[in-house]
């Protein structure tokens, strides 16, 4: 075992500036992660080559993999940084920014535009107001189960670094929306509005833009059912199609 | 009318989405996209007394338990207000989509928290915050998409505006990738901006919770209360990085906490308090695991840390109802809590004490206002698990009414204010930054943080001695002589992550001697506060809230009686 451990970290001052590689070697401590690492960086900001650098600017914030925050391509793969073990993980270890957001400055990105599409396809049940109204609608607990693993969804963006169907360019609104318009669809009080997001998928960028890849799902770290979700919602437009034609 | 809330978790998006409700505009600043706020960390539950389980639970009885579990130090009122509102809240939650385990009927389903009798906590799997924190968030993008609140995301708040009057008429806050410091104007200003578990280095609050805020406004006048009780987590995972949370619902679905005693399994919480056994108060339990490890020496492998084992129970069971928190040790620690009992050890974790708020929620300053974990209404000296899911909501439910109701009595608003009161906090703001940008010394800001939370952990934690706690602020001093010695490492001007670190450092080590100082003078052991100097509450002189105002050479302290008006103080006993 190496008593140091070596990283080469993707660096850019900002979207438009070139990025560069550089190197580090700090001391090995077991069970460190890549944030850890980065972590002793700041606390001794000096490259492999002993120069003296700026500390390397990320986001991150639960550290436990929930929050979603620290998402960058680690080895290649995209992942988060916290739960990603050094022990467990060959060297040198390549750090880089996720490479269909812009970059902000070093492994930070800008990834507004995951929530900009959860406002597209009005992802939320739209309930008159945040107020008592006495309990709500009884849910079978089989129901729950699977609404529940779709809304842990942490808006990461590992599905969309991994989707061939989406980049800076495309208009496709990206596996993990259409995955929360089948939860609100399902859910008896989102069912409610369930058009208004139908039409918003069956529109441009919408799901016809899905290439069936199927890498969202293997990109997941939380293992959402983005495929099945996709594939249900394939059905469903259809037969939402079919009414829309009937009512003509 | 303009409100600014300050924070996007529970509490800020509540105010947000009541103070929209009732037609305000709202400014909402966060340094994260709401949905990485740290309510996302809470895993067990909220609990609200709704009573679906038939064991006779009521809104009294949970009042009795908060109060008792706060060890009397909370003022009753409020906290009746908040069990009033639970069940309330909780179908409210329910109506947005918050995916609670169900029972077989489909109702929502309880379980068995510390410090209780009765099944209370309604729970979606061992998420809990998160799926609340979603809920609203998607709330709040309705609001945002219909144009009534607009969004300030990675924003960092510096301080509040004050008039001449000695009101808040708005603040100062920094776009953390720009770096551009601007001033914004409201009628009332909310802030929600969370705990400041950064101040012990290592604990299981996320990265951001630095407290920074609340030192900002603190330094500008609002006092602090309690700080001294500082609530540790019994069961968490020791790490480098951070103390993984390992939910209390493991306890509460039947986990048991046991180390090696004569070569035996050694139950000791069932030994010690039968009446309550794994599930006795945190305060109580983490007081038990330092015992066993740090004075009997009897920790496994020798080392700081004891058993929470749920082998026994079935792994399905585990999964739908502990799956989040199964998932994290497995990722984090590499074994299975299924087939193997986890290690665990106390961590700092949630802070009763805060801003000082009167039953408004507004502070010392008219005008601003603070609600959720940055506040010290609702927990007294301990907090009852899946009871900051509840403070959190509640207050901020009530916060963005109370906004309004104040702005409609003002005389003047916002926008009537000479604008050289902004300017001059605007220019105020923009000197600190730049004297930050001149730094040149030879400490490294993150070099000081750390050592700023081992003082912290070692002479503030679970038990405090008279010496630990002066010889802690004493390094704290030090520390504070340090920092004027730092040097920075990066001087650009484009998202410069360490100009505001060493300004969030400053307002943490306000607060860690507010901390330490309160603790120092607090001579009784009363809930989290546990002085072996003085092992005993002592409800003569000190049922009293403690409230510390800044000071140029340090906190000055007053103490304020306690609303004791429902329920007459008396002992705490769960064996």
Known sequence: MLDYIHLKIKRQNGSRDFPRWEEFKVPYKPNMNVLSVLMEIR?????????????????????????????????????????ALIDKMPQPITLEPLSKFPVVRDLKVDRELLFEHLKKVKAWVNIDGAFDLGPGPRVPERERRWMYEISRCMTCGCCYEACPNFNSRSSFIGPAPLAQVLRFNKHPIGAMTQEERMETIMGEGGITDCGNSQNCIEACPKNIPLTTAI?????????????????? | MKVIVIGGGLAGLLSIIKAAEAGAEVDAFSLVPFKRSHSICAQGGINAALNTKGE?????????????????????????????????????????????????????DLRMFGGVKNRRTAFAGATTGQQLLYALDEQVRKWVAAGKVKEYIGWEFLSAVIDDEGLCRGITAQDLNSMEIHAFPADAVILATGGEGMIYGKSTNSVICTGSAAGAVYQQGVSFANGEFVQFHPTAMPGDDKLRLMSEASRGEGGRIWTYKDGKPWYFLEEWYPAYGNLVPRDIASRAIYKVCVEMGLGVDGKNQVYLDLTHKDPEFL?????????????????????????????????MGGMYVDSNHMTDIPGLFAAGECDYMYHGANRLGANSLLSASYSGYICGPNAIKYMKGMKKSAADVPQSVFDRELTRQKDIAESIYRMDGIENPYVIHEELGEVMITDVGVVRYEKSLMRGDNKLQELMERFKNIGIHDTGRWANEVVPFVRQLWNMLQLARVITLGAFNRKESRGSHYMPDYPERNDDQWLKTTKAYWTESGPRFEYEDVDVSLLKPRARKYD
Request: with cysteine; net charge neutral; glycine share 8%.
């Open chain 2, 56 to 108: 006779n639970d009521s809104i009294q009885q949970h009042f009795e338990d908060t109060i008792v579990g706060g060890d009397f130090l909370a003022n009753q009122t409020p906290v009746k207000g908040m069990v009033e509102a639970a069940p309330g809240l909780i179908y409210a939650f329910d109506r947005m989509g918050v995916m609670f385990n169900r029972t077989s009927e489909g109702f929502i």
């Open chain 1, 43 to 83: 606390k001794k900001p000096v490259n492999a080559n002993g120069e003296k650098t700026t500390p390397v600017v990320w986001d991150c914030s639960c550290l436990e993999e929930v929050c979603g925050a620290c998402t960058m391509i680690i080895n290649g793969n995209v992942r988060q940084a916290c739960s």
């Open chain 1, 231 to 248: 594939a249900q919602l394939n059905r469903d437009t259809t037969i939402h199609g079919i009414k829309n034609w009937f009512r003509k």
């Open chain 2, 319 to 351: 999964e739908v109802r502990l799956g989040g928190i199964m998932e994290i040790y497995r990722n984090f620690y590499g074994e299975d809590p299924v087939k193997v009992p986890m290690k665990i050890f106390p961590a700092p974790h949630y802070f």
